[in-house]
């Protein structure tokens, strides 16, 4: 966890200035209670408030100190008491199920825990926490001291998940997601296996294993045969394992003495806990081969922090100024292209938005708990359909011509993105999505998913395509263009009511998933211009 590390909160303070200038939040995937202090959570917080994950992995402080996590109820408390006094109304708790010498109390322990932190929450937010739980099924992995031990049974475990549904169901506010106990099953077996399992792995794939990521497309049957087809069966490697004997992953050299890992695994057995590596003087792991890991954390002077030119730390008068500087606000147009055009919308504008930050483009922000970028972006593309003209509207306290624009935000801009254009908008120019009237796009007759369609030649007439477009009132108009091998469709915008263009070609044309074969052209705005025009 990031909480191991020995001189987070000096760093956190180091890097506030340099992220809070620029509105770069501090997100901590997971957070180790007994390494949270009330200054972390509130340097959290300073910019915009982030998930807030605990780990606890346990119920029960006597089985966390099997695992060797030095974490009590108090501190947990302590920790979820931080997030609720500082604005938190959801927490992400983090416990695993099927843990070495769990008992049934243990499994109550979690609930108990929960319920706790729920009334916590209850006297500092004056209304009932929601909660994020997961819950995981424990595989005892090569390179820890458990990696002798057998994983316990998948009845077992579904037993214990059903269990924990049942007593938290009480609680609408706690959401829990569960790991499937067949991806657990698979897990354990290929980092527990040999080679023997390449073949299984082969076969998988023949038999059309694929993105096995997503719960929809995860078919474990088809595991199952091809473990048959190879004659393996995929138990034996979720048994325990003799202590004296050849694991598979020792030509894996971590630098952890074999010796080292049963001691530790003793101690866990003993519910014994052991120092952490930053506590002891020994070379007990040999995993340490540096001095310099035992020393002191680095110290930063304040004129050494000042001369990183890539900080450009901001004074409180630099704040004060931005307060009373005009904001501007502009148009950009940018075109969508080749493979890019396949990354989805949210990718797309998390791409933006890093394209921005990486070209140091000063941007004006929301207020409130949650800055975010003043930017405001056209209608969603459909996901792999081109775009020669999207438009996408920033405010700035920057001023600043096209070609500046262009010469700062392009070299960071991956191939098939590309902005072509950027105009300031006056006091008069509406708001994007009440200024577009329209949206024009194109489709290719000479792709190949158009060409094997079989089209009917009447299909392309002028008089059959403006009965066609009749139906819609004035709300469709499409024109063939033989020179460019195009049908062009002109669609009036409606946010409340959009209509999709892969839905008027489908009936058009009667072709199934035409949005590769379609680019939208541009986009038309109130006062008879353009997105071509900027």
Not at 50 to 63: H, K, Q
Not at 445 to 459: F, H, N
């Amino acid at each position: 966890s990031v909480g191991d590390y020995p001189y987070l909160e000096e760093s956190i303070k180091d890097l506030l200035p340099f992220l809070e200038s620029r509105k770069i939040s501090i997100s901590l995937p997971s957070l180790r209670p007994e390494t949270l202090s009330s200054e972390i959570v509130e340097d959290i917080v300073k910019i915009k408030k982030t998930g807030f994950t605990l780990v606890p992995e346990a119920g029960s402080e006597r089985l966390r100190r099997v695992i060797n996590k030095r974490i009590t109820d108090e501190q947990l408390m302590t920790a979820a008491g931080y997030a609720f006094a500082h604005g938190w109304r959801l927490l992400k708790l983090y416990f695993m199920i099927g843990l070495p010498t769990e008992r049934q109390e243990d499994l109550e322990a979690i609930v108990d825990l929960l319920s706790r932190l729920i009334e916590s929450g209850k006297r500092v937010i004056k209304n009932v926490p929601a909660i994020n739980l997961t819950l995981s099924s424990f595989i005892p992995k090569p390179h820890t001291p458990f990696q002798w031990l057998a994983m316990e049974e998948a009845a077992s475990l579904q037993e214990k998940q059903y269990y924990l549904r049942d007593q938290l169901r009480r609680w609408k506010k706690i959401e829990i997601k569960e790991s499937k106990v067949e991806t657990s099953v698979l897990e354990a077996v290929f980092s527990r296996g040999d080679r023997k399992l390449g073949r299984v792995l082969e076969e998988a794939f023949r038999l059309g294993v694929r993105f096995d990521g997503w719960t929809d497309q995860f078919n474990f049957n088809l595991w199952q045969q091809a473990f048959d087809h190879c004659q393996i069966d995929y138990h034996h490697y979720l048994q325990a394992i003799d202590p004296e004997a050849i694991l598979p992953w020792e030509i894996v050299k971590t630098g952890l003495k074999k010796t080292h890992l049963w001691q530790e695994y003793q101690a866990s057995l003993e519910a014994r806990q052991t120092p952490a590596c930053q506590e002891k003087t020994c070379s007990d792991c040999q995993a340490c081969y540096w001095p310099q890991f035992k020393l002191a954390g680095p110290t930063i002077s304040t004129r050494e922090a000042n001369s990183w030119p890539a900080l450009n730390m901001k004074s409180n008068n630099d704040k004060e100024n931005k307060r009373i500087q005009s904001v501007y606000r502009y148009r950009a147009t940018y075109s969508k292209t080749g493979l890019v055009r396949f990354i989805s919308h949210n990718d797309l504008l998390n791409q933006i938005d890093r394209s921005f930050r990486k070209a140091e483009i000063e941007l004006s922000f929301s207020q409130g708990f949650h800055p975010k970028m003043l930017i405001t972006h056209g209608p969603a593309l459909p996901l792999g359909m081109e775009a020669k003209a999207e438009v996408l509207e920033f405010k700035s306290p920057e001023i600043f011509s096209s070609s500046d624009f262009l010469n700062k935000i392009q070299p960071g801009m991956p191939e098939g993105l590309s902005f072509i254009g950027l105009k300031a908008c006056s006091a008069e120019t509406r708001p994007l999505f009440q200024d577009i009237k329209g949206l024009v796009y194109s489709l290719n007759l000479g792709d190949p998913v158009i060409q094997t369609a079989g089209l009917a030649p009447e299909k392309l007439t002028e008089g059959y395509l403006f009965d066609y477009s009749s139906r819609f009132k004035g709300q469709v108009k499409i024109e063939l263009e033989p020179l460019q091998d195009r049908l062009f469709f002109y669609l009036a915008f409606n946010p409340q009511k959009p209509l999709r263009i892969q839905d008027i070609v489908k009936d058009l044309l009667g072709i199934e998933n035409p949005v590769y074969a379609l680019t939208r052209e541009y986009l038309i705005f109130s006062q008879g211009t353009d997105s071509r025009q900027l």
